[in-house]
Nanobody, 123 residues
Framework: QVQLVESGGGLVLAGDSLTLSCAGSASYAMGWFRQSPGNEREFVASISRNGGNSYYASSVKGRFTISRDNAKNMVYLQMSSLKPVDTAVYYC????????????????????WGRGTQVTVSS
C-alpha cells in the first residue's frame, strides 16, 4: 500500500504559476484530479509508470504539465497561466500497474488517493 501526500497548493493570482508535488508514488501509474465545491472530482492529468506517456484534460492541456521522478518517488503537476476556474482541491492518485505505458483517466481506476491540497486562483 502506498501513502500519497500532496503539497504546493496555495493562493495565487490569475496568470500565475504553481507546482504541486506528490510524495510516495513509487512505481505506480499516477494521476492528478481536482474537485471544487458542488462539483464532482474531475480528471486533470495522468502519467504512466515509466513517465513515457501522459494525458491531459482539454481544460488544462497546454497550461499544465505532469512529470515524475521515480528515483525520488515524486510526481509533479506544473500549472501555468492559472485561471480562477482552476480553483479546487487537487488530489494525487496512484494505480497499481504492471505495464510501463498505461495511463488512466477515471477516478474509479485508481487504487490510492492523497488527502488533497487547496489551490485558489484569485482574479
Amino acid at each position: 500500500q502506498v501513502q500519497l501526500v500532496e503539497s504546493g497548493g496555495g493562493l495565487v493570482l490569475a496568470g500565475d504559476s504553481l507546482t504541486l508535488s506528490c510524495a510516495g508514488s513509487a512505481s505506480y501509474a499516477m494521476g492528478w484530479f481536482r474537485q471544487s465545491p458542488g462539483n464532482e472530482r474531475e480528471f486533470v492529468a495522468s502519467i504512466s509508470r515509466n513517465g513515457g506517456n501522459s494525458y491531459y484534460a482539454s481544460s488544462v492541456k497546454g497550461r499544465f504539465t505532469i512529470s515524475r521522478d521515480n528515483a525520488k518517488n515524486m510526481v509533479y503537476l506544473q500549472m501555468s497561466s492559472l485561471k480562477p476556474v482552476d480553483t479546487a482541491v487537487y488530489y494525487c492518485a496512484a494505480k497499481e500497474e504492471y505495464y510501463d505505458q498505461t495511463i488512466y483517466t477515471s477516478t474509479v481506476s485508481y487504487d490510492y488517493w492523497g488527502r488533497g491540497t487547496q489551490v485558489t486562483v484569485s482574479s
